[in-house]
Nanobody
Framework: QVHFVESGGGLVQPGGSLRLSCAASGSIFSIYTMGWYRQAPGKQRELVAQVTSGGPANYADSVKGRFTISRDNSKNMVYLQMTSLKPEDTGVYYC????????WGQGTQVTVSS
């Protein structure tokens, strides 16, 4: 059983930065591709970034060049460094395994507003 706890969200002004963390529990965490999702108000949850077990990453066009996903398999942690934040980045951010989904955590709220 793998489950997730997200943290690091908050209120920031446009152009600001945040670093999100995801603590994953599970003995086989290191084999999973991991991803960060977000759900904006009134919209469906979308995958914005993912990183394979070995490190290569992919991003949604809306965040490419601004967000960086990384992982530390020895600590069962996944991170999302967000820079140059825009109001449209506002939402609840979650982590999960895109190709082997588990139960969703509580997520962490990111609000970008002036």
């Amino acid at each position: 059983q793998v489950h997730f706890v997200e943290s690091g969200g908050g209120l920031v002004q446009p152009g600001g930065s945040l670093r999100l963390s995801c603590a994953a529990s599970g003995s086989i965490f290191s084999i999973y591709t991991m991803g960060w999702y977000r759900q904006a108000p009134g919209k469906q949850r979308e995958l914005v970034a993912q990183v394979t077990s070995g490190g290569p990453a992919n991003y949604a066009d809306s965040v490419k060049g601004r967000f960086t996903i990384s992982r530390d398999n020895s600590k069962n942690m996944v991170y999302l460094q967000m820079t140059s934040l825009k109001p449209e980045d506002t939402g609840v951010y979650y982590c999960n395994a895109p190709y082997s989904p588990r139960g969703w955590g509580q997520g962490t709220q990111v609000t970008v507003s002036s």
